[in-house]
């Protein structure tokens, strides 16, 4: 049984996680500044 206790807690601590990430990058779109997925691809290349 802990052994399925460790997994919940693990996987809960995943989606806030990735709750929090897409909250930042909502927050960020509202604000105006592009996420990475909107930027050039090769804009490291520039």
Known sequence: MSKDTTREERLAAKL????????????GIAEGEPSPSDLPKNAKDS
């Open 16 to 27: 806030r996680e990735n709750l929090r990430k897409r909250k930042a990058q909502a927050r």
